[in-house]
């Protein structure tokens, strides 16, 4: 049963930090591209950031470059996306999610590309 489990969320001011966690579990962690996507209220999930499964390739949304930064281990079977310089519109629900095929693009950010997703993780960022 593959599963993903979101945590490291919570309030921050802006101008803050938080780091995301997600542990990965029912699949070869290491043969897949790994992504963050947030869906704020009344909006569509928007892709952020995607890692390719060697962990060497990155590629961000423009509003999050320079800000945010994903990163694995694939030893733990963990991403991470840590986030600096917050800002109020950051605000969201933040996912991981698992790329749909092993050894696939981390160039593909569209949201049908990933297949697996987990629960969720609210971030408030205050003004």
């Known amino acids: 049963q593959v599963q993903l489990v979101e945590s490291g969320g919570g309030l921050v001011q802006a101008g803050g930090s938080l780091r995301l966690s997600c542990a990965a579990s029912g699949r070869t962690f290491s043969r897949y591209v790994m992504g963050w996507f947030r869906q704020a209220p009344g909006k569509e999930r928007e892709f952020l950031a995607a890692i390719s499964w060697t962990g060497d390739r990155t590629v961000y949304t423009e509003s999050v470059k320079g800000r945010f930064t994903i990163s694995r281990d694939n030893a733990k079977a963990m991403v991470y996306l840590q986030m600096n310089s917050l800002k109020p519109e950051d605000t969201a629900v933040y996912y991981c999610?698992?790329?749909?095929?092993?050894?696939?693009?981390?160039?593909?950010?569209?949201?049908?590309?990933?297949?697996?997703w987990g629960q969720g993780t609210q971030v408030t960022v205050s003004s």
């Open positions: 999610a698992f790329g749909r095929t092993p050894f696939g693009s981390y160039r593909d950010t569209r949201t049908n590309e990933y297949d697996y």
